[in-house]
T-cell receptor, first 114, second 112 residues
Framework: EAQVTQNPRYLITVTGKKLTVTCSQN?????MSWYRQDPGLGLRQIYY???????DKGDVPEGYKVSRKEKRNFPLILESPSPNQTSLYFC?????????????FGNGTRLTVT | DQQVKQNSPSLSVQEGRISILNCDYT??????FLWYKKYPAEGPTFLIS?????DKNEDGRFTVFLNKSAKHLSLHIVPSQPGDSAVYFC???????????FGTGTSLTVIP
């Protein structure tokens, strides 16, 4: 089944403790991206990747890191999480970042930072 | 600055009637527009899209209309069903960029 898989689904952590949220897609998509969803703000892009070893900042990249060493994986890293990073996070992928190629989303990771 | 706006946070419609969800955008460089549907505890699911060379795209009960001069798009669901109750996001991508921009969502409730 074609899908985007994120782990974990739920995560509670404390301020400053490094964490990684994994994302994997099995559709051979070139484009991958991370979003956060907050009440009243919709989905805001954190980082995106056009292909392996090619990443770029979205609208809200502060406090996050990403890497794209393999085409299928695009982990989101919070080196020193803070309470304002408490949010619902979605990973997404698309066949290509151009043309009529829609994003396909994972099921989300709800992160709470205390 | 929100480049894609959904000004109605919620909408209630009777089963069998038409649901119309609206979306406005500010960037004239957007050339690809999408609608997503999101149930609680799930990721957004792609519903329907339209490119800027068209003004209408239809898929079963779902039709998207694009008015480029007004920078407005709408999603029509006919007839509405209780299973359509969800949050709907519109999104757009510019022809020269690699980012998708999303609205804040409209929560649709279809009343049986």
């Amino acid at each position: 089944e074609a899908q985007v898989t994120q782990n974990p689904r739920y995560l509670i952590t404390v301020t400053g403790k490094k964490l990684t949220v994994t994302c994997s897609q099995n559709m051979n998509h070139e484009y991958m991206s991370w979003y956060r969803q907050d009440p009243g703000l919709g989905l805001r892009q954190i980082y995106y990747s056009m292909n392996v070893e090619v990443t770029d900042k979205g609208d809200v990249p502060e406090g996050y890191k990403v890497s794209r060493k393999e085409k299928r994986n695009f982990p989101l890293i919070l080196e020193s999480p803070s309470p304002n990073q408490t949010s619902l996070y979605f990973c997404a992928s698309a066949f290509a970042p151009y043309g009529n190629s829609p994003l396909h989303f994972g099921n989300g990771t709800r992160l709470t930072v205390t | 600055d929100q480049q894609v706006k959904q000004n109605s946070p919620s909408l209630s419609v009777q089963e069998g009637r038409i649901s119309i969800l609206n979306c406005d955008y500010t960037n004239s460089m957007f050339d690809y527009f999408l609608w997503y549907k999101k149930y609680p505890a799930e990721g957004p699911t792609f519903l329907i899209s339209i490119s800027s060379i068209k003004d209408k795209n239809e898929d079963g009960r779902f039709t998207v209309f694009l008015n480029k001069s007004a920078k407005h798009l709408s999603l029509h669901i006919v007839p509405s069903q209780p299973g359509d109750s969800a949050v709907y996001f519109c999104a757009a991508r510019p022809n020269t960029g690699n980012q998708f921009y999303f609205g804040t969502g409209t929560s649709l409730t279809v009343i049986p």
